[in-house]
């Protein structure tokens, strides 16, 4: 008789997938067992392998929701407007706050891109290429002159916008100094006055 998915499997995944992120995080992905995340996680080591075969299924999944989920907050940004530049700062609004609790999630991203299987960072690597070339349009669509003139721009000035917006979980505390939406802002204005200045 074949074995049926209770109820909360979904939830429970989920509940794994968060708490082995923070644990990857926190402890490093290469010094962290199996053993130790099940503690972690509160539950036995058998019922994570119910879930998932080893650590690098678990990484995977981590991984690869967390950029699909990204992707879709990207997707969804309406961008058809005739300001550009307003387009501009919704996205980077939306991106910033979709960062929001994935702090984890965010770190162990590297992790993955160094020890998963090929096919599986391909997968992971395309989803972050759709990411860039949504933010890539819409930079072009602000200076769209520049970058017919200098197209190798274009890519560097993309990639410093994920950049300023990627490390903020490093220095950002919440309650001190500025707040999500006001260095969302910050950031728009930066790269909003650093690409007409180019």
């Avoid at 960072?121 to 349009?137: E, G, K």
């Avoid at 309650?175 to 180019?198: H, N, W």
Wanted: hydrophobic share 40%; glycine share 6%; with cysteine.
């Amino acid at each position: 008789m074949a074995r049926t998915v209770a109820r909360d499997h979904a939830q429970k995944r989920q509940a794994i997938l968060k708490t082995a992120a923070r644990f990857f995080a926190e402890n490093g992905y290469d010094r962290s067992s199996m053993n130790q995340l099940s503690e972690a996680c509160g539950i036995s080591k058998a019922l994570i392998y119910h879930y998932y075969n080893g650590k690098e299924a678990l990484l995977f999944d981590i991984v690869k929701n967390h950029l699909e989920s990204l992707l879709g907050v990207m997707q969804a940004v309406d961008r058809s407007g005739p300001d550009a530049e307003e387009n501009l700062r919704t996205l980077i609004h939306a991106i910033l706050d979709a960062y929001r609790d994935a702090d984890a999630e965010h770190q162990v991203q590297n992790a993955a891109m160094t020890v998963l299987p090929a096919s599986e960072r391909s997968y992971l690597a395309n989803l972050q290429q759709q990411m860039v070339a949504i933010a890539a349009d819409t930079l072009a669509s602000v200076t769209p002159g520049l970058y017919e003139t200098s197209p190798k721009r274009l890519r560097p000035v993309t990639m410093s916008m994920f950049g300023m917006l990627n490390w903020f979980y490093m220095w950002h505390r919440k309650g001190k100094g500025i707040s999500r939406q006001e260095y969302a802002d910050l950031v728009a204005d930066l790269m909003l006055k650093g690409v007409r200045g180019l």
